[in-house]
């Protein structure tokens, strides 16, 4: 499995800045993200707090592919470049797209096992 992680900042001007951007991803955003090929799921979560810390980070976006190949094929499509021509007019500046690869040799050391009866 592979995905693609976008992290967005709280944009400048306040809670009306955050409540705008947040309703135009929803509306407009998503739904061009949403017609992608090869993309399997998306979870949007909102970042509540940063444990020891304080983070600008108000939402992350988890895209799920099968594998490199289909994510690269599903950021060439014209679906998702409209996606990203629509997030630089509602939230220029404001992501950072991760891309992340399963790594079941590094998990599955750390992750003990467990039998279930």
């Known amino acids: 499995m592979t995905t693609l992680l ?9 809670e009306e800045a955050k409540a ?18 090869g993309l399997r799921e998306t979870t949007i979560h ?7 810390g304080e983070t600008d980070l108000i939402l992350v976006a988890v895209m799920r592919f099968d594998d490199r190949a289909s994510l690269d094929a599903g950021l060439a499509s ?33 992750w003990p096992t467990v039998d279930t009866v």
Request: charge should be negative; avoid cysteine.
């Open 6 to 14: 976008a992290l967005y900042r709280r944009p400048d001007g306040g």
């Open 20 to 37: 705008t951007f947040e309703r135009r991803y929803a509306a407009e955003h998503l739904p061009l993200v949403a017609g992608t090929p």
């Open 46 to 52: 909102r970042v509540t707090e940063a444990l020891g």
């Open 78 to 110: 014209d679906a998702m470049r409209a996606a990203g021509r629509n997030l630089r007019e509602i939230g220029p500046g404001l992501a950072t797209l991760l891309v992340l690869e399963d790594a079941p040799e590094i998990s599955g050391s750390v």
